[in-house]
């Protein structure tokens, strides 16, 4: 199976979740493929004004403020979104720097806190993505919004394509012959 399969195998996956989902549902998504993650919203992004919607972005950047804006942005849902229907995409797999993602423990954190007013401002799919290293971490940091969970995945780049013209013994071989 080449990369593209791979990334339309969780893209379906994907669509699966958001298309049967009546309602708040949480979906974590722990990924280093920056590429794959890219992919997947765009494809979420396509097939939702398809459908008449859009999706809720809320890109996380560091600074001092950092934890306090993103909170006050995940919480303080617009009425447009929630007419719109539209699940929220929270990528946390952009920085992977030790101060973001002791920031991103720290969000983990408050909204396992916060987990009645997430689940109260999103009537629709919360879909996060956070680094592979996380998912262990994610359970213990934040063991509300664990057992909360609709689904979770641990994404795992795909292996390269071997481009090779050796033959399964290593022998070399000439195009056009086997």
């Known amino acids: 199976m080449n990369g593209g399969e791979r990334y339309e195998r969780f893209w379906q996956e994907l669509r ?44 996380c950047y560091g600074g ?7 909170l006050d942005r995940l919480l303080s849902r617009s009425e447009k979104w929630r007419l719109l229907h539209a699940p929220l995409w929270l990528d946390l797999t952009r920085d992977q720097t ?17 987990r009645d007013s997430l689940r109260k401002y999103y009537v629709d799919p919360v879909i996060i993505l956070l680094p592979t290293s996380f998912q262990q971490e994610c359970r213990l940091a934040a063991p509300d919004l664990w ?13 390269p ?17 086997a």
Do not use: M
């Open 16 to 59: 699966h979740h958001i298309e049967w989902t009546q309602g708040f549902a949480l979906l974590f998504y722990f990924c280093d493929d920056i590429q794959l993650a890219y992919f997947l919203r765009q494809r979420l992004q396509q097939f939702l004004i398809g459908n008449t919607s859009r999706l809720q972005t809320v890109d």
């Open 98 to 114: 030790e101060q973001a993602l002791a920031d991103y423990r720290k969000l983990l954190l408050r909204l396992n806190e916060r």
């Open 147 to 159: 057992s909360i969970r609709s689904f979770s995945e641990i994404i795992h780049p795909p292996s």
């Open 64 to 70: 001092e403020a950092w934890l306090e804006n993103t």
């Open 161 to 177: 394509t071997r481009l090779s013209n050796n033959d399964p013994k290593g022998n070399r071989l000439e195009r056009g012959r």
